[in-house]
């Protein structure tokens, strides 16, 4: 084919004759439209190719965390209770973890580990009053994350980053535990769970807090009754507020937003009261965060900072199946909240980044909760402490489409011991438990697996391919089982002869450290009495 003929078939395209154009002329025009379809390729490409090479300039990063949010809750999942249409179309624009674990089976040690990229046996947030038992910061706990440990905050901080959480804190309420004494420089929100109401008197209602003091209390300030509140619909508020803020400033903002209507006593405010196809409070729930959710991104995409601001969606842990089907779902998962069964600790997962993380995504790399920090760390352009170990990785490559997956391990703990390992598609089970007096695992019973009592399989491990058995019913013999251990055993073996357990921070309880005159009680006349005398023992941990 001549140039002529090329030239002839472009321009006929805009009705310009070509028959005049001497040859230089065409050469001309022929490499000047080169160029300009390198460019416009190019520029179509380069957002879901960027991290071929480096990632973009440090972005604005959203972490939305849900609390006590099922695997199994969101359309994308197979959900057919059609609640979150804001959370999947989410997920249709950008991509979607299939295997997202947290790092943890209960809140607060999850959280810990979100905001420090280490597993709760390293930082802390685990006790050794008994063996393979869940603990968390309830208001009469003494310990919170330790002064050690350097927080996403913190290490941000060092990249120029402003930031806020907004909702649950959950890793101590004592003040030096508090968010603004641990680099966040702004905070609405709770520094424990909304449990109550209480009478003020042998138990203080919780606070809630704006920055460094208290404004008030759950249940007699922040009414909670018959599943109504507008907690939600503030935090939403005060989320939008925080963007639009920091939206025309050239400095990057971290917002943690970390809403906790999903857990028990579950609310949500009249727009949504008795709305959800499921009927129930929690359902409600759920269809008001999505719709917080849908508004945030909203809010980003208007702005014009969507192209350069990361969100994470994801829980704290598996949906609670205890109060079944009051709570959420899992899905075709095992168990739920509590255990380390997937149902326990599998939990949605989705990355969203307009222009840079391509659209319409499923990956089937293994992630975790930890690996937030980690990311968040590398796009900001900061090296991580090399004082400590980190069990988050860098889950950039898989975002960017430079690599498919990335080989790890998952671990499965439960207080200060490993009850599973995963790498690929295959679980091991070295520790079995449900519970002796609690139904984790209503009408899910797995003969060996669910045990009542701690039983030990270190010995005899129980292999699963989780990947063909996502509700770890069928366990594997013969080959196939040998083939399981082999990938995993080694991956094992180095994690328990490198790991240094941090001091445990959820071993002791007193009653002299709740609630009962935080920050700021005297602002607005609500101080409680204290009382006199401390009753530090060791906190009795069941579950």
């Given at each position: ?86 959370i999947d179309k989410m997920a249709r624009e950008g991509m979607l973890f299939s295997n997202f674990y947290s ?438 941990w069941d579950h």
């Amino acid at each position: 084919m001549t140039p002529r003929y090329y030239c002839s078939t472009l321009l006929h395209r805009v009705h310009l004759p070509c028959r005049n154009l001497t040859p230089k002329q065409i050469t001309i025009f022929l490499a000047m439209f080169l160029l300009l379809f390198v460019l416009a390729v190019g520029g179509h490409v380069g957002g879901a190719a960027a991290a071929a090479g480096s990632p973009p300039g440090p972005p604005n990063i959203v972490i939305m965390l849900m609390d006590d949010m099922g695997w199994g809750d969101i359309g994308v999942h197979g959900c057919p209770a059609k609640e979150t249409p804001n959370i999947d179309k989410m997920a249709r624009e950008g991509m979607l973890f299939s295997n997202f674990y947290s790092a943890a089976p209960i809140c607060s040690p999850s959280r810990a580990s979100i905001m420090t990229g280490r597993l709760p046996i390293r930082n802390g947030f685990y006790t050794t009053n008994r063996h393979g038992v869940n603990a968390y910061t309830p208001q009469q706990i003494v310990g919170g994350i330790d002064e050690s440990e350097i927080l996403l905050s913190e290490l941000l901080k060092e990249a120029g980053y402003k930031s806020k959480v907004i909702g649950k804190w959950h890793l101590g309420h004592r003040p030096q535990y508090l968010p603004l004494n641990r680099g966040f420089d702004e905070f609405v929100g709770s520094p424990d769970c909304h449990f109550g109401p209480y009478d003020d008197v042998k138990i203080p209602n919780l606070p809630v807090f704006r920055d460094d003091k208290m404004i008030g209390r759950y249940f007699t300030n922040f009414t909670i009754q018959n599943g109504v509140s507008n907690l939600t619909q503030l935090y939403i508020k005060e989320g939008l507020d925080f963007i639009d803020k920091h939206a025309k400033s050239e400095t990057p903002f971290l917002l943690y937003w970390t809403p906790d209507a999903n857990h028990q006593p579950q609310y949500s405010s009249e727009m949504f009261h008795k709305k959800s196809i499921r009927g129930t409070r929690y359902g409600d729930s759920v269809m008001e965060i999505d719709y917080g959710v849908g508004l945030i991104l909203r809010r980003l995409k208007d702005l014009g900072i969507d192209k350069n601001t990361l969100v994470v969606f994801t829980s704290d842990n598996g949906a609670e199946t205890l109060i079944k089907q009051k709570g959420g779902s899992n899905g075709p998962l095992l168990c739920g909240k509590q255990t380390t069964f997937d149902g326990g600790m599998r939990e949605p997962g989705i990355f969203w980044w307009p222009g840079v993380i391509a659209p319409g995504q499923v990956t089937h790399q293994l992630g975790t909760t930890m690996d937030i920090f980690v990311t968040a760390a590398q796009l900001a352009g900061l090296t991580l402490p090399s004082d400590r170990q980190y069990d988050g990785i860098d889950l950039w490559p898989v975002l960017s489409g430079e690599v498919k997956n990335i080989d790890r391990a998952v671990w499965f703990y439960r207080g200060n011991e490993m009850f599973a390992a995963r790498v690929g598609r295959y679980k091991v089970h070295y520790w079995t438990w449900s519970h002796e007096k609690y139904e984790f695992c209503p009408g899910q019973r797995v003969s060996n697996l669910t045990t009542p009592h701690q039983v030990n399989r270190t010995l005899n491990p129980i292999v699963i391919d989780i990947e063909k058995d996502p509700g770890e019913k069928y366990f594997l013999g013969g080959g196939a089982r040998k083939a399981g251990l082999k990938l995993v055993q080694p991956w094992v073996d180095e994690h328990k002869a490198t790991l240094v357990p941090g001091e445990p921070s959820l071993n002791y309880c007193d009653k002299m450290v709740m609630n009962w005159a935080p920050p700021g009680c005297e602002d607005i006349d609500y101080c409680l009495p204290v009382p006199s005398t401390s009753s530090i023992k060791l906190c009795d941990w069941d579950h």
